[in-house]
């Protein structure tokens, strides 16, 4: 079965909503109740075609101020397309045919695979980060991530309460001298900005936080 | 020395430069695609920085993204590898600009070397012969046809812009000329971004020797022996080995003291392989030159316990090369098997996927490059190469043995792999004599070469 992630159409989104409910009522209290006594920072599960992440919210905790010399965060979202609701119910359809696997990381952040795990099981995936207040609804907030290696410059629209719209250029990223967009991955009213002005930054890295605007048509 | 090395490549190189740098000392910082964030060396290096999306021209091709990188790590040195900007001029000369040093050869020094058919015409000054070819670039057709009826068919039609077999065709007549031409000009214009061609004389049965050369900022330059790499499909290396079963001790000496020679005079700087076609009369041409670290680098280590790419580092940290050519003493015979995500049985087609069991063989003489892990998922963007087993013994009959007891041990599970064309080739009979030329497999087809080592 192709990959449909590019291509989604009307019928391919509202079949993947009815997988992810389906998924949601069995596994999600248990995930979420999971993620609450871990101190991690996301967990991974795997099912048949499904791979379900869950990540605690980026707003908060040590992803402020992050430098692009820190090692890299598993959690990084990094689609230059749309932005994402960390912390949130995330569903991705992992390539047809592949079986469950229950996924482990070592002390150095290494994932070894390990087959013949009956069902889904839940697995760290990410290194863990403290302090974090799982509470609340995280699955509201979006990230503009960086476009880009270089450093970071906040533009006027990047803050707190300014409504935005999909492609709104919120700063840039000085590449080299050549300035690469940071833009809104959606409508949205910016909650504000998680890296300092002139900072450095790697490609993905998250940059501005977000806010879904209320009463926007979908 | 440099304070820290931005590693601008990927896979089992950028574990091998990272490895290099902490023999060294030296701080290194590991850039990656988004596709390799998971990678081994990403995860070993203790520092690692995201520069692109998985589409390598905007990551590892892009050279904004990679200074740029290495400007805000902090890196004043950028190694890239081999492949990707290894050997882009441009690239060395921004680097430069930015007051960062790129390892390898001088950006001056790449332009020397970065006309493949001037590059023969210069090293052919300085006394090497060179195989006969195309003067300039093939500029359309008609031209193409004069200049294969002056060299004599068959001719091979090259791209100036690149390696690794593509848009490479060996023609015999005017008419395979003219269909292949278009054919090769789109595969180097897909890879390389230019689909520059020129012609170069086939040689019937021909071996592929090359010779490794270090050469210093101040104009000391050694050989490190040579290297037999004939067994290729479709001109693409899959085993390397050293020394060559194809030359006499006297003609082997004589090739690396003429390469050389040579390359130290025509100005060359830092580690690079100068590549030679042996006839069946054992005469040997200078093809081209490589102006970086290659793929089959640790064949020239087993059996000399040089480190070529901590010299590399070295050389363009300004470090006199500190050894001469006496102190160079190839022992023993090495083998290098390309353990590629392909399968032989269905023409090689590349694979990608989730590696999901895998064990590195070991004992004596036998080293293992690979980015590997078990659970690691192959990316599919990026070339097949999975790692390099070598196997090193007193001789060659050794050597062989320890590479089929290796390539036993070796466990790659969950994806194919090209272990069974390795495997047929250490029960090859023309490969056991070491008389194996560059078209052992092209010549019978990948297939009907298995089925031929399964009957033996």
Redesign the interface.
């Known amino acids: 079965m192709p990959d449909e992630r590019t291509t989604r159409d009307d019928e391919a989104r509202s079949a993947d909503h009815a997988g992810i409910e389906r998924l949601a009522d069995v596994l999600v209290p248990a995930l979420v109740a999971k993620l609450g006594t871990l101190n991690v920072g996301e967990l991974e599960v795997r099912e048949g075609e499904w791979r379900i992440r869950l990540r605690r919210p980026a707003g908060m905790g040590p992803t402020y101020g992050r430098r692009a010399t820190d090692r890299p965060s598993r959690s990084h979202p990094g689609h230059e397309q749309h932005g994402h609701a960390p912390g949130a119910l995330e569903a991705h359809r992992a390539t047809a045919g592949r079986p469950a696997t229950l996924a482990a990381a070592s002390a150095n952040g290494a994932t070894a695979a390990m087959n013949g795990a009956a069902g889904p099981v839940l697995a760290a995936v990410g290194p863990g980060r403290s302090g974090a207040d799982g509470a609340g609804t995280p699955d509201r907030a979006q990230i503009a991530t960086s476009p880009a290696v270089g450093v970071f410059q906040p533009g006027p629209k990047a803050v707190g309460g300014t409504r935005v719209r999909a492609g709104d250029r919120l700063g840039v990223v000085d590449m080299l001298g050549v300035p690469q967009e940071v833009v809104a991955p959606a409508d949205a009213i910016v909650v504000g900005v998680i890296v300092d002005a002139g900072t450095a930054v790697e490609y993905g890295q998250e940059l501005i936080h977000l806010e879904p605007a209320p009463a926007e048509a979908r | 020395m440099f304070r820290k090395i931005l590693i601008a490549n990927r896979g089992e190189i950028a574990l091998r430069i990272l490895r290099a740098c902490r023999t060294l000392g030296v701080e290194a910082?590991v850039?990656y695609s988004?596709a390799d964030?998971?990678s081994?060396p990403?995860?070993?290096a203790e520092?690692?920085?995201?520069?692109?999306?998985a589409d390598a021209r905007r990551?590892y091709l892009s050279a904004?993204?990679v200074?740029?990188?290495a400007?805000?790590?902090?890196s004043d040195a950028i190694h890239p590898g081999y492949g990707f900007l290894s050997e882009d001029e441009t690239f060395a000369e921004v680097v430069r600009a930015?007051d960062l040093t790129f390892i390898g050869p001088p950006p001056e020094v790449l332009d020397r070397f970065a006309s493949k058919e001037g590059t023969r015409r210069l090293l052919g000054d300085y006394g090497l012969p060179t195989i006969p070819g195309s003067r300039g670039m093939l500029r359309d057709d008609e031209h193409a046809l004069e200049e294969a009826e002056r060299i004599g068919y068959p001719v091979l039609i090259k791209p100036s812009a690149g390696g690794g077999g593509k848009g490479m065709r060996m023609v015999r007549t005017p008419r395979e000329l003219e269909s292949a031409i278009k054919v090769c000009r789109s595969e180097a214009k897909s890879a390389f971004g230019d689909d520059s061609l020129y012609l170069e004389k086939w040689l019937e049965d021909n071996r592929h020797v090359e010779v490794q050369v270090a050469v210093d900022r101040y104009g000391h330059g050694v050989h490190l022996g040579e290297r037999d790499c004939s067994v290729q499909r479709r001109h693409q290396k899959i085993l390397e080995e050293a020394p060559t079963p194809a030359l006499s001790p006297a003609a082997r000496a004589e090739l690396c003291e003429l390469a050389v020679r040579a390359v130290v005079e025509a100005g060359y700087e830092n580690v690079g392989t100068l590549e030679f076609l042996v006839d069946a009369k054992g005469d040997f041409y200078f093809i081209e030159i490589n102006c970086r670290i290659q793929v089959e680098h640790p064949v020239t280590e087993m059996l000399t316990g040089i480190d070529l790419v901590a010299t590399q580092i070295r050389i363009a940290a300004g470090e006199p090369l500190g050894f001469s050519q006496a102190d160079v003493r190839p022992r023993g015979h090495a083998i290098e098997f390309r353990i590629n995500a392909e399968d032989p049985e269905h023409e090689f087609r590349p694979g990608a996927?989730?590696v999901?069991g895998y064990h590195a063989p070991g004992g004596p003489g036998i080293r293992m490059d690979s980015h590997l892990?078990?659970?690691y998922e192959v990316p599919p963007f990026y070339d097949s190469l999975l790692g390099k087993l070598v196997a090193w013994g007193p001789d060659r009959e050794t050597a062989i043995a320890r590479g089929r007891a290796a390539l036993d041990e070796l466990v790659v599970d969950g994806i194919v792999t090209n272990v069974e064309i390795h495997k047929a080739l250490l029960a090859n009979e023309m490969f056991l004599e070491g008389r194996m030329t560059t078209n052992l497999l092209d010549r019978v087809g990948s297939a009907a070469f298995l089925a031929a080592a399964a009957r033996t």
């Open positions: 910082v850039a988004e964030r998971d081994l990403v995860q070993l520092e690692a920085i995201c520069i692109g999306p990551s904004p993204a200074i740029s990188a400007i805000v790590t902090g930015h996927g989730v999901e892990y078990p659970g």
